[in-house]
């Protein structure tokens, strides 16, 4: 596993936290804040359990629970909550399980990090990765996800939009979405309501001067 101060890496957690927000992927990784709700700590108690580091045979399969990962080319570093490596005709076929504490979601970050530990699985076993799976606790089952051409690309994106943000430095300005905003942990720290009424306020200053 690679020292997680190195300048050149960015965790694959930051993937989905940019895709979520901007803002809140820059206020976790460079203002380094963090509170918890509800939400975060069911979330944070089922990424525990499976982030005890194990390894044992179930039917067949392999499983291996809190497995580093790395990608040195894309720069990326990681755990995965679970890699089942499953008999196949060249051998042994890995397949990455991440765990979230919800519902599948209209936009597609958990899928881009889910593609981040399969391309640093491939990156590090040498072989091909094509699908993986979901596990969201809501629905106590498993979404399979396909590593298509499409999904690589939006990830290898996401990958080089997040380390442009994480290596400028700065922080997003606030923008306000209900949907976005209420459930996030960080909305105490971010205050969108009141960041995005003062922009409002500043650029009709802006506009009376230009005036």
């Known amino acids: ?66 497995m580093p ?12 909550d679970v890699v089942e490596f499953h008999p196949d005709t060249n051998g042994q076929r890995a397949v990455p399980v991440e765990y979230k504490r919800g519902r599948p979601k209209s936009h597609r970050a958990d899928e881009v990090q889910l593609c ?7 990156s590090m076993l040498g072989c091909a990765v ?37 290596f400028g430095g700065r922080t997003p300005t606030a923008s306000y979405e209900p949907k976005r905003c209420d459930p996030c942990s960080l909305i105490g720290v971010c205050q969108p309501r009141w960041l995005a009424a003062g922009q409002a306020v500043d650029a009709w200053l802006r506009k009376q001067v230009e005036d």
């Open 116 to 122: 981040a530990q399969a391309l640093c699985l491939e």
């Open 130 to 166: 094509p699908v993986g799976f979901l596990f969201y606790g809501k629905m106590a089952r498993r979404k399979e996800v396909a590593f298509d051409s499409g999904l690589r690309e939006l990830t290898r994106d996401t990958v080089a939009f997040t380390r442009r943000l994480l």
């Open 69 to 80: 990962l790395y990608h040195p080319g894309l720069g990326l570093f990681g755990v995965a």
């Open 1 to 66: 596993m690679p020292d997680m101060d190195d300048e050149d890496l960015i965790p694959i957690s930051a993937l989905q936290h940019y895709l979520y927000c901007p803002r809140q992927c820059a206020l976790i990784h460079i203002e380094r804040l963090w509170e918890e709700n509800l939400h975060t700590a069911e979330g944070r108690v089922l990424h525990e359990n499976a982030h005890q580091a194990a390894a044992e045979r179930r039917k067949g399969v392999r499983v291996i629970t809190a």
